[in-house]
């Protein structure tokens, strides 16, 4: 019998990823820098798990479904991405630098942003966005398609007269790429963006591929 293939781990910055004997990582799903995979815990094909500067834990028993992606990033302070027990990540989830504590829910498509927390028990369903900062309470429920932001949290529909305000005060910006709120100025401010990705996602030119699955 051939010996299972837990995935593509990739060294960054000096950090392999750990993943425990009892977890099972697909053989294409990929795990860069410092990610910790506890003890059967399942990461299925196409998952991507990226710390960057920081770090990435998976906890006993969680799910990570397929193409879902969980990036840790340092670019603006340390943004891990936390996952607690018994927690389900759905297909094409999206997970920045946020906390996600045990037995939540995230549904097929659902984002959660930086520095948000989600509470034991929450769901977030399917296609829902849960803003950076956004305080989930334990069990708490985020419909499907709509958008979850603060704390105390508050939800919208997308066609809200009053969403594109409030996504504005969250400070997503700063958050996520240290630009000021503030600038009114599109092409500086995504120049600003841009740049902040190139010098953090330039780091992996010194990448090491230690498998291939």
């Keep these: 019998m051939t010996e299972h293939v837990q ?33 059967r ?3 299925m094909y196409g998952a991507v798990l990226d710390a960057e500067g920081s770090r990435i834990e998976v ?20 943004q891990p991405v936390l996952v607690g ?19 939540v829910y995230v549904a097929t498509g659902a984002t959660v942003l930086q520095r948000a927390r989600l ?7 399917v296609g829902a966005l849960v803003h950076a900062r ?7 429920f985020v419909p499907p398609n709509t958008v979850a932001l603060d704390a105390p949290v508050r939800l919208l529909a997308p066609g809200d007269a009053g969403l594109a305000q409030a996504v504005g005060k969250v400070g997503f910006a700063q958050v996520a790429f240290g630009v000021d709120a503030e600038r009114t100025d599109r092409i500086s401010r995504y120049e600003h963006v841009a740049e902040v990705r190139v010098a953090e996602f330039g780091t992996h030119a010194d990448d090491e591929v230690l498998n291939l699955g």
């Design 7 to 39: 995935g593509i781990r990739i060294r960054h910055r000096g950090h392999a990823p750990q993943v425990h004997p009892t977890a099972y990582v697909a053989p294409t799903a990929t795990l860069v820098g410092e990610v910790l995979v506890g003890p």
């Design 59 to 78: 906890g006993e028993a969680t799910v990570i479904c397929e193409n879902a992606v969980l990036r840790g990033s340092a670019a603006v302070g340390d």
């Design 119 to 125: 509470g034991a028990g929450s769901v977030v369903a």
């Design 85 to 103: 027990d018994h927690v389900f990540v759905g297909p094409h989830a999206t997970l920045l630098g946020c906390t996600v504590e045990r037995c």
């Design 41 to 43: 815990a399942r990461v």
């Design 134 to 140: 956004t305080v989930l309470p334990d069990e708490y």
